[in-house]
């Protein structure tokens, strides 16, 4: 029988990784998706439990399908991720509906708990059909890395099979098409914990991957087409490799099984351990991978950020000039309240030496900065706040996420502070923070009216693709769009443009900068251009986007 898997993605882009790779693993073994969750014999959902919002939604999810099990018994239900994690079975308790639980730690073990989960479940209906009773004993396949994720004895072996997930990678093309685009791992879990932040927690501790695991990842999605890759890891400036080491754990090394290791490392004057910095490791991908022709990284720790990685990301073209570097407030007295282990003016000290290295508008390269920043910290003050406005307006952020303060059971912050600013201060001071940064945003955008940037051509815009289903489709719904095989939204009846020989009029594309702006400009003959790197003259900004026309066809 194929099964139907319906998989929800909540959250930030490890997760979606994590589940671009639950994916791939699920459809080897013969198990078909759907972007329908009534038609699937499994719910999947991979959680984020970083603020509590996100909790919620799946909560309401899971209420959901209560109703839908009792219609459909044999449904498999699935929770992921970091609420799988942090809850336990105590999620189960609150939602017998869920008969899977999967920390982010054991995504590896998922297709044997989904075996487990449809066996259980046919079993208990077989008893239900032979004694007449209702199936109400919901039996749960788990796996969870418990605080075991923070031993590291123990995480090594744990770690060699999660490794083998990433490596594994399915680079299968998808329904959603041939990729362009594509996350690799290169750091797992946090050893920061700043004292507001699940990740340590559900996550665990840091680990470095391999830098020839990483190296062989992007060249084999380089083969596969992708030319932009995006290294994650929650502290990415962090990584370090220790070689002679399978992981490197906690600095603490983990014997390795006979991998020889060509190039690319130095030598550590003090120790004589051979070591890949994340210096190096840029250097290597930038070098040993030319099809990317785009690689960034996020999200970077604004401690510990040495000019060797600056001076690494300046002298090679295809390392994109965009740094997400959160800053999180901009009082001394709170950043120490959060653990964040620097002041405000050694994180705008930070800022600077970035710009003075990276930020060269002239030649057309100028350094784009992101930010994140949390208002409303357990007693933060109305001058805290202004010190926080005066950092933003300070950074000149291209853009900023801005969180209000969410307390995550667990964290020190949750246990030793209380959350005393009251909810509406910190939607106003949110709201005041957004109109700021909103105001720089549109700076910056602005800067770039007469330049000439290159521009990653993604796909058909939103609006067009919209404008196109509305002429083409009327009155059928939502449509999907579709360019070369290349699904560009929606669902139910497909526009394919390159067999519509009626339309070949210009259509609006959008793609983003080296420094992540958007741009948008208009094309014919779409399918030529997505994918592409192309030349593109700004003359108009807009918010958040730019408009531009192209200075050369692909
Ligand atoms: N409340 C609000 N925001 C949070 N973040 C992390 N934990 C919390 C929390 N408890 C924000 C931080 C981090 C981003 C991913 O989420 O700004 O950089
Ligand atoms: Fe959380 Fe801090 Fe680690 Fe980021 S660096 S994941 S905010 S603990």
Redesign the pocket.
């Known amino acids: 029988m194929k099964r139907k898997v319906y998989l929800e993605t909540f959250g930030?882009q490890m997760n979606e990784l994590d589940s671009e790779l639950v994916t791939g693993q699920l459809r080897a073994l013969g198990y078909h998706f759907t972007g329908d969750p009534d038609a699937a014999d499994v719910v999947l959902y991979n959680t984020c439990s970083?603020?509590e919002h996100a909790e919620q939604k799946v909560w309401s999810r899971l209420g959901e399908l209560r109703v839908r099990k009792r219609q459909q018994p044999g449904l498999v239900v699935g929770v992921l991720g970091c609420m799988a994690e942090r809850d336990g079975t105590a999620l189960i308790k609150r939602m017998p509906v869920v008969d899977v639980l999967c920390g982010p730690a054991e995504l590896d073990k998922l297709p044997a708990l989904l075996d487990n989960a449809f066996r259980t479940r046919a079993a208990l209906l077989a008893d239900e059909v032979d004694h007449g009773r209702a199936a109400t004993t919901s039996a749960s396949a788990v796996a969870l890395a418990g605080n075991a994720s923070r031993r590291s004895g123990t995480l090594a072996a744990a770690e060699d099979s999660l490794e083998m997930l990433d490596l594994s990678r399915s680079l299968r093309i998808g329904d959603e098409g041939p990729k362009t685009s594509a996350y690799v791992r290169i750091t797992r879990g946090c050893n920061k914990f700043?004292t507001?932040?699940?990740?340590p927690f559900t996550r665990g501790a840091e680990v470095h991957r391999p830098p020839d695991h990483i190296v062989e990842e992007c060249k084999r999605l380089a083969d596969a087409g992708v030319v932009e890759v995006t290294l994650l890891g929650q502290t990415v400036n962090h990584y370090r490799f220790e070689h002679g080491a399978a992981v490197t754990v906690n600095g603490v090394t983990q014997p390795q099984k006979g991998r020889s290791y060509t190039g690319g490392h130095r030598r550590d004057p003090f120790s004589g351990e051979s070591t890949t910095t994340f210096a190096d490791l840029l250097a290597r991908i930038h070098d040993e991978v030319p099809a990317i022709q785009r690689l960034r990284f996020v999200?970077s720790y604004p401690r510990d950020f040495g000019d060797d990685c600056l001076e690494v990301i300046r002298d090679h073209p295809r390392i994109c000039r965009y740094l997400h570097v959160?800053g999180?407030s901009g009082s001394d007295r709170i950043l120490k309240l959060m653990n964040r282990g620097y002041t405000v003016g050694e994180y705008l000290e930070f800022l600077d030496r970035a710009r003075a290295f990276l930020h060269q508008p002239e030649v057309g390269r100028p350094l784009t900065i992101a930010g994140?920043?949390?208002v409303g910290f357990p007693t933060e003050t109305d001058e805290d706040f202004a010190e926080t406005v005066s950092l933003v307006r300070r950074a000149r952020y291209k853009n900023c996420?801005i969180?209000?303060?969410?307390?995550?059971p667990g964290?020190t912050?949750f246990d030793r502070l209380v959350d005393d600013v009251p909810d509406d201060v910190k939607r106003r001071r949110n709201n005041e923070l957004l109109a700021i940064q909103s105001d720089i945003s549109d700076e910056v955008s602005r800067e770039q009216i007469g330049r000439t940037v290159d521009v990653f051509v993604e796909g058909v815009s939103r609006r067009e693709a919209k404008r196109q289903v509305r002429d083409k489709c009327s009155g059928q719904g939502t449509v999907g769009l579709t360019i070369g095989g290349r699904e560009l939204g929606g669902s139910a009846c497909a526009i394919d443009i390159e067999d519509d020989v009626a339309s070949p009029g210009p259509m609006q594309l959008s793609g983003r900068t080296d420094g992540d702006l958007i741009v948008f400009f208009e094309a014919k003959e779409p399918e030529r251009w997505i994918g592409r790197i192309v030349p593109v003259r700004i003359d108009r900004a807009e918010r958040l986007s730019l408009h531009g026309v192209p200075v050369s066809n692909p």
Do not use: E, G, L
């Not at 507001?196 to 990740?199: E, F, G, K, L, P």
């Open positions: 930030c970083v603020r700043c507001y932040c699940v990740v999200t959160p999180q994140d920043i949390i996420f969180f209000k303060y969410s307390p995550r964290t912050a």
